[in-house]
């Protein structure tokens, strides 16, 4: 047997079928967003990390990859700059839950029964339930009711002592760190290419009131479009952050749906 990509859109549609028929390979679905992060990053950031820790998952359980949702909900003032700033395009809550409903019906429809939504967007977190459980109650109305779906972001699997170690002057929440040196480190272990720091803007973290106003109010947003600085962010942090979050991801999935670590996608 040939090893195959992990990656379900780059199959045959014959080896795929036979992957997947039988309920027992997980299919990990990445969601991101096109959204703006600051003068150093693209703005894709939100696919790519997703994206690529969905690969080294998937190669570790033996799971498939399906194509990543490149659009999000909209971003938020307080997580991700707001939706006015250039370059951000976004979904209605109700488009991003649609579309998910329905490929989550599709890849049961399929026979997968074990999926995983590996989120790589704050703003998305709500949608992504309301998708899964939406899609949850259509296929129980078909009498399908043997599905399992784990709904993930990779920064909630930061330990403590990880977070001490990243930062040592102090964090300032997983908020506030869109474009910061959470993302910034990531992406400069994964895709150095993409990352320009010698653009980034070093400025204090953003401050803002315990409320929300609409229409939203530009001058809350520092002008760069990130919410904390990227100076202390750094390669060797990104591989502390690559390493953690893969091996927790791992475990959890491992747990919940029963897997057999180091298992790899072949032909059947």
């Known amino acids: 047997m040939s090893r195959q990509s992990v990656f379900a859109y780059e199959l045959t549609w014959p080896v795929y079928d036979r992957l997947v028929r039988d309920g027992d390979t997980p299919m990990l679905i990445p969601v991101g967003a096109f959204e703006q992060h600051g003068h150093h990053l693209p703005m894709h950031v939100d696919v790519l990390l997703p994206s690529e820790f969905s690969r080294r998952i998937a190669e570790q359980v033996g799971a498939l ?19 006015h700033l250039p370059g951000t395009t976004s979904l209605d809550g109700a488009t991003l839950v649609n579309a998910l409903k329905d490929v989550i019906k599709e890849f049961v429809r399929h026979g997968v029964r074990k999926l995983a939504i590996m989120n790589g967007h704050y703003e998305n977190s709500w949608f992504i339930v309301e998708g899964v459980d939406v899609a949850l109650r259509e296929l129980r109305w078909d009498g399908i009711e043997d599905v399992k779906i784990v709904v993930l972001s990779y920064w909630d699997f930061v330990t403590d002592a990880t977070i001490e170690k990243l930062y040592p002057d102090g964090f300032t929440g997983w908020d506030l760190e869109h474009g910061g040196v959470l993302e910034t480190s990531l992406m400069l272990t994964l895709y150095p290419d993409l990352v320009h720091m010698d653009r980034m803007v070093d ?16 001058d809350w947003i520092p002008v760069s479009g990130t ?17 953690v979050c893969t091996r927790g991801i791992v475990n959890a999935l491992t747990a919940e749906f029963a897997l057999d670590p180091g298992t790899s996608v072949s032909a059947a």
């Open 227 to 243: 919410l904390s600085s990227p100076r202390n962010a750094s390669k060797e942090k990104g591989d502390i952050l690559l390493e």
């Open 203 to 218: 400025h204090p973290p953003a401050s803002f009131p315990p409320y929300d106003v609409y229409p939203v109010d530009p």
């Open 65 to 83: 990859v399906a194509q990543p949702f490149a659009y999000g909900y909209k971003s938020h003032p307080k997580s991700g700059g707001g939706n």
